[in-house]
């Protein structure tokens, strides 16, 4: 039986866990073959400054995959005017089972024209940047609409390749992987949301993703053709 196949997106300063979260559920999950697909052969920096280095590129990838994966980054900017990258993402995704993307990642597939009239998730602070692309934003860890499914911020990426463990191979085996993983997460602050946060948490929060935040409303502007979010709801 053929192993279904996922393409994982990895570029310059895509973020560590966004990718390698769902990354360590799903190389772990029976049946499962994981590529990790970048422009060239040549390694890739994250933004936590490691190298990954790319099993496949865009030029010898796989005729087709089952899974599209996406993560985010701190440079989603950069990424939505990614001429070269928003047309590998569309090329696969015509063929896929799943279209799914972690964090900001929701906003590069908008960006390629992937999720217009579905519901969607993201990063809190970006997810209202989807409206502008055609999505419709939706708060919560994880979104499926139909063939896409997002996840929410960095860590949601574990809860997200959990899901699409269960998706792809059953529910039994994501419980299994799960507690292989030890997946039980207490964490030590009652602030992992912004309306569980402190107001002087959220605000210092606010303030260090604001020139982020800035530089993605800019880009949302260069990018978006006129009228797009009026599609949003269709």
């Known amino acids: 039986m053929s192993p279904t196949t996922i393409a994982m997106l990895i570029y310059p300063d895509f973020t560590m866990l966004d990718l390698f ?16 697909v970048a422009k060239s052969a040549e390694p890739v920096i994250s933004d936590s400054q490691v190298a990954v280095i790319p099993t496949k590129t865009f030029a010898d990838c796989r005729p087709a995959y089952d899974v599209l994966v996406v993560p985010g980054t701190r440079n989603t900017h950069l990424m939505v005017e990614d001429a070269e ?30 999720l217009t009239g579905y519901r969607a998730t993201s990063h809190w602070a970006f997810r209202r940047f989807l409206k502008a ?27 997200f390749g959990l899901h699409l463990a269960a998706t792809l191979v059953g529910e039994d085996a994501a419980k299994v992987r799960q507690l292989v993983m030890e997946y039980d997460p207490d964490p030590p602050y009652a602030v992992g949301t912004p309306d569980r946060a402190d107001a002087d948490t959220r605000v210092r929060a606010e303030q260090r993703l604001a020139p982020l935040v800035a530089a993605m409303a800019a880009a949302a502007e260069r990018t978006v053709t006129p009228g797009r979010a009026d599609h949003a709801t269709n």
């Open 21 to 36: 979260g769902p990354h360590q559920v799903l190389a772990g999950v029976p049946g499962v073959a994981v590529d990790l």
């Open 85 to 114: 990258t928003l047309a590998f993402l569309r090329s696969v995704s015509a063929d896929a089972r799943y279209v799914t993307s972690v964090c900001t990642g929701s906003l590069i597939l908008a960006a390629a024209g992937l």
């Open 133 to 159: 692309y055609g999505a419709v934003p939706e708060d919560g860890r994880i979104v499926v609409d139909r063939n896409r499914i997002t996840g929410g911020g960095v860590t949601a990426g574990i809860d």
